[in-house]
């Protein structure tokens, strides 16, 4: 919707050279789930409030993406990342990633709470780097790297494993 306060209709995602922000109306408590229907093109999404959660279809993102949930703010992404643009995961909230990820370009990461949950596979980054003061919370997650693996500063929690490899296809 275009409305700060969710009343209105939803508008078609708007695209390459946008930044989908959700903000939970004028309540900013709110917990919804956004659910993506095909390919939907961007260079980001912030969870400016709220919990929200996008689910099923795919993300193409172009540009360097940021993907940002802000202070009090959490986003959970179980949907599909793609394309080979840098992805930049930031800002002072949480962020959730599943399932097999096909995203090939690097990643970065700032946000300082993330979670990968177990089954979550990215198979052909580039570049992996985590920022200082990082907890990577994850549990049977596949990285596959073809470059630079950055961990200064970053730390790991969970039960299970982290692979990486290099060259995973």
């Known amino acids: 919707s275009t409305s700060a306060r969710g009343p209105t209709s939803t508008v078609a995602w708007r695209g390459e050279g946008h930044t989908a922000v959700f903000a939970a109306g ?22 400016a409030k709220g919990n929200v959660k996008l689910n099923g279809g795919a993300l193409k993102l172009t540009t360097p993406a940021v993907v940002r949930a802000e202070s009090g703010a959490s986003l959970t992404l179980a949907t599909q990342l793609t394309g080979t643009a840098r992805l930049l995961l930031q800002g002072g909230g949480a962020i959730r990633l599943s399932g097999d990820q096909p995203l090939s370009g690097p990643l ?29 919370a994850a549990n049977g997650v596949t990285l596959g790297l ?9 730390s790991f929690t969970g039960a299970g494993s982290v692979r990486v490899y290099q060259g995973l296809s």
Not at 117 to 134: E, I, K, Q, W, Y
Not at 146 to 154: F, I
């Open 108 to 136: 970065g990461i700032t946000v300082p709470a993330l979670t990968m949950d177990s089954g979550t596979r990215f198979a052909a980054l580039t570049n992996l780097t985590l920022g200082s003061g990082v907890s990577l």
């Open 146 to 154: 073809s470059g630079d693996l950055s961990l200064t500063g970053a």
């Open 26 to 47: 004028t309540d900013p408590t709110g917990t919804y789930t956004v659910n993506l229907s095909g390919t939907q093109t961007t260079d980001g999404v912030v969870a």
